[in-house]
């Protein structure tokens, strides 16, 4: 399913920008590696864990 530019599909549910679903909800996002080929060698540099995530009902 493609989405609009300033849509990101986030499935981190432990991340504060999580949206509970499976938007990201952070008004910037970066990702690296800059020498990645593949996609398991990347990473969201936005991360940041949620200390709360235990709380939070969990959506699938």
Known sequence: MKKAANEIICFAKNCVYH???SDCTAAAVEVG???ACRCGE???STFRLD???KA???TF
Do not use: I
């Open 33 to 35: 590696c800059a020498t």
């Open 56 to 58: 939070k009902p969990q």
């Open 19 to 21: 949206s509970g679903v």
């Open 42 to 44: 990347t990473q969201c």
């Open 51 to 53: 200390r709360d995530v």
